[in-house]
């Protein structure tokens, strides 16, 4: 079953690369750490009605925070939001063998797999 939850999971997400570059000629992008596609849920009440597909961007550390900005695809066009990451931000993991899922604040989010979870927790 194990095959088929992974396989499940991924198949929610385009193919797509961990991005490293900045796009050509979108400003946003110019101090990114790393991109990439993830599952978000909001998990305050009243937000939304479930996980939807967005685009984050981790950006580089300045001025005491860093940027973690979720667009709604790959062009980085249009923002979702932006959360600041400080050093008071609260990222949580979940202790389980299989879990891809990780929590930065109110926001809950699934990544492709596990070791894409740890990538972009420990770059959190």
Known sequence: WYQRRVHGTASLFP????????????????????????????????????????????GCFTAGAASF???????????VEELVIRHSVVVCTYNSVHCNVFAV???????RTRSEMQLWTRAL
């Open 15 to 58: 193919r797509h690369d961990i991005s490293v570059w900045p796009l050509p000629g979108v400003e946003s992008t110019s101090g990114r750490i790393m991109a990439g596609y993830l599952l978000m849920e909001r998990t305050a009440e009243g937000d939304g009605d479930g996980p939807c597909l967005v685009y984050c961007e981790l």
């Open 69 to 79: 900005i979720i667009y709604t695809d790959s062009t980085c066009s249009h923002i």
């Open 105 to 111: 604040d109110e926001c809950r989010f699934c990544a």
